[in-house]
Structure formats: structure tokens, C-alpha cells
């Protein structure tokens, strides 16, 4: 990346890996929290995953979410965390999108709960746009994934 001058670019891509990591660590671990049939039931209303995975899915997506917390919080394969994490991103983008297009009212339970709303509840515009700031943040890491207070500087990565 050009124009930020060098020493200011880890600065930054230590701020973004913070916050992608708080939001993925705050989003994961509500989710761990919850109730196994909680967990479920949110991958089951956006009727995408086929019934046999959606358990899956719903206690692996908390665990993926965390794990990559943890590697980003950490700075440990910073750029493949970073591109895992807007991969997830652009996932949790697209089956927002396709929930609005099929007119599923639900909630996305992103930061825990999940399932069927009433007409009128949902929020899929100010959703996607906030998993598109995350999607930039990961994108940053990703393109310019050089950081301080990392494992990988420590490592010579």
C-alpha cells in the first residue's frame, strides 16, 4: 500500500487487527455461550445449510470465530487470519443478502440469538454495511498485514 507513510502502517494494522479481533472474539463467544439449539436454530433460519449440518455449523462457526480472534488479538498468521476472517465476512454478508431477497424476516445471530423476527424487525441494511467495515478492516490486515505487539514480528514473519 502506498501514501500512509511506513511508520504509521503497522500502527494502523495493529489498531484494525484489535478491533477485528474484539468484534470476532464478542461475536464468537456469545454465540459459545448460548444453547446448543440456539446455535442451531439461527443456522436453521436462514435456510441455507442442509438440516444434517446446521448443528455443525452452529457450534463450529463460534469456535472458527474465536480461533481467529485469538490468531488476529495475538498476531500470529496475521494475513492468513486476516483472510479467513473476511472470507467469513463476505459469508456472513451474502447470507444476510440472501435472506432479504428471499423476504426471510429474521435476525442474523451475529452477536448471539438468531431465528425468526416479526415483520418490520430486521436490520439486514445496517448489517451488511457493518460486516462490510469488517470486511475492509480484513482487507487491511490482509494487504498490509506487518503489525507491532505481534507474534509474527517476533517470529521474523
Same mark, same amino acid.
Given at each position: 500500500?502506498? @501514501? ?26 456469545? !454465540? ?7 446455535? !442451531? ?13 446446521? @448443528? =455443525?455449523? @452452529?457450534?463450529? #462457526?463460534?469456535? =472458527?470465530? =474465536? ?6 488479538? /495475538?498476531?500470529? /498468521? ?5 483472510? #479467513? +476472517? ?10 444476510? /443478502? ?6 426471510? +424476516? ?18 439486514y441494511l445496517q448489517e451488511m454495511l457493518r460486516d462490510t467495515l ?9 494487504? +498490509?498485514? !506487518? +503489525? ?8 521474523? =514473519?
Open positions: 500500500m502506498t @501514501g500512509w507513510p511506513t511508520p504509521t502502517r503497522p500502527w494502523l494494522t495493529t489498531a484494525a487487527r484489535i478491533a477485528l479481533a474484539v468484534v470476532l472474539f464478542w461475536a464468537g463467544w456469545v !454465540k459459545f455461550t448460548q444453547p446448543p439449539a440456539l446455535q !442451531k436454530q439461527a443456522v436453521e433460519a436462514y435456510q441455507l445449510v442442509p438440516d444434517g449440518l446446521t @448443528g =455443525l455449523v @452452529g457450534y463450529g #462457526l463460534p469456535m =472458527l470465530e =474465536l480461533v481467529l480472534a485469538l490468531m488476529l488479538l /495475538a498476531g500470529f /498468521a496475521t494475513r492468513f487470519g486476516a483472510i #479467513l +476472517s473476511g472470507l467469513l465476512m463476505a459469508v456472513f454478508i451474502g447470507g444476510i /443478502a440472501s435472506a432479504w431477497a428471499r423476504g426471510l +424476516s429474521i435476525d442474523c445471530g451475529c452477536f448471539g440469538g438468531g431465528g425468526a423476527v416479526g415483520a418490520g424487525e430486521t436490520e469488517f470486511l475492509g478492516l480484513a482487507v487491511w490486515i490482509a494487504v +498490509s498485514p !506487518k +503489525s507491532r505487539c505481534a507474534v509474527d514480528e517476533r517470529l521474523g =514473519l
